[in-house]
């Protein structure tokens, strides 16, 4: 299990992973928003850029979505030198954009991107190019079939997002934001994952304990750290979250150590802990005050805290957060 410390601090020589966003006419704006906004809210959490995106398209001119939203691409995919990932979105007309010239462009993109990721109907296209022969996939599930009558070489699982290799694939609007946040979970920890997560509200949970809504392990996890979001001035027990899940403390404490490696009151700490940092950072707050609003009983406690986690105290960063607006 890791210690708080190490899964709160990314190193600083991190480079931002470089993402190509590949639009078609009438992709989904609800799929864009869950595939940029996490990385967004990656970026915002952790005070650095973790990722950086540009949109790109097959050429210059303005792409317009199904509900007609226009983005102007930043560059042609032919032109883009490459990077860590390039997501593939068509949805809707998705056969129609599987043209000779789209599947030469995305065999080439594939020499120079880490990976490549269909989203909602971006499988199809990466079919089409001969990228996922002999490689597991998933695609919308009203295609599913078609997909598997129209490219055999492909393994077809009706699984909510696939990750085989260097190919990565989901299956809607909704996968598209879950696989996001797995992926910041690969690159970045458990932590940061949960906080994204709860950021968009994803995994809330009616509070009240109900025998017939079973959620999954991962979901209750998310549930909690966004009850702990929502209590961070007075904070909750363990035990307290926990009844609001309709757990017990021990089960909740298993959840935690599944999914996250870390238990609930350690995720807790880095909660309030962050919001400490982001007060210091960002308010001119004095330290009794942002102690109180993050749930210590005073400014050296918070301190003594704020030290473990981050290798100094607050009003070192605070000190260095003014000189550097200078």
């Not at 509900?67 to 997501?87: C, E, F, K, N, W």
């Not at 190919?167 to 949960?194: D, K, N, S, W, Y």
């Not at 308010?283 to 918070?302: P, V």
Request: charged content about 20%; hydrophobic content about 45%.
């Amino acid at each position: 299990m890791q210690h708080q410390a190490e899964i709160m601090q990314i190193p600083q020589e991190t480079l931002p992973r470089r993402i190509g966003v590949l639009l078609f006419p009438s992709f989904s704006n609800h799929c864009l928003a869950n595939a940029v906004e996490p990385l967004r809210g990656a970026n915002t959490l952790s005070r650095r850029a973790l990722y950086d995106w540009k949109f790109l398209g097959l050429d210059t001119a303005g792409v317009a979505s199904s509900s007609g939203l226009i983005v102007q691409p930043q560059a042609r995919l032919t032109d883009h030198p490459g990077g860590d990932a390039l997501l593939v979105m068509p949805s809707y007309d998705f056969q129609r954009h599987a043209t000779p010239d789209a599947q030469r462009a995305l065999r080439a993109a594939a020499a120079r991107f880490r990976c490549v990721v269909g989203l909602d109907t971006g499988s199809w296209l990466m079919a089409a190019a001969g990228l996922l022969d002999g490689r597991r996939a998933t695609i919308h599930w009203d295609e599913m079939d078609s997909l598997a009558e129209a490219f055999p070489q492909v393994s077809v699982t009706p699984e909510r997002f696939v990750i085989d290799g260097d190919r990565i694939t989901c299956g809607g609007a909704t996968t598209t934001f879950e696989l996001m946040l797995h992926l910041i979970g690969q690159h970045h920890g458990a932590l940061l994952r949960l906080e994204v997560a709860a950021l968009f509200m994803h995994g809330e949970a009616d509070p009240r304990p109900d025998p017939m809504a079973r959620l999954s392990k991962d979901r209750l996890v998310q549930a909690a750290v966004s009850i702990m979001r929502r209590n961070i001035e007075t904070p909750l027990t363990v035990g307290a979250v926990a009844r609001r899940l309709g757990l017990g403390q021990r089960g909740l404490e298993a959840h935690f150590a599944a999914e996250a490696g870390m238990t609930p009151r350690a995720v807790y700490t880095a909660l309030r802990l962050r919001q400490a940092r982001l007060l210091t950072e960002r308010s001119t707050l004095s330290m009794a005050e942002i102690a109180t609003r993050c749930g210590y009983a005073d400014a050296s406690a918070m301190t003594r805290a704020f030290r473990r986690a981050y290798g100094q105290p607050p009003t070192a960063l605070r000190r260095h957060g003014i000189s550097s607006l200078k």
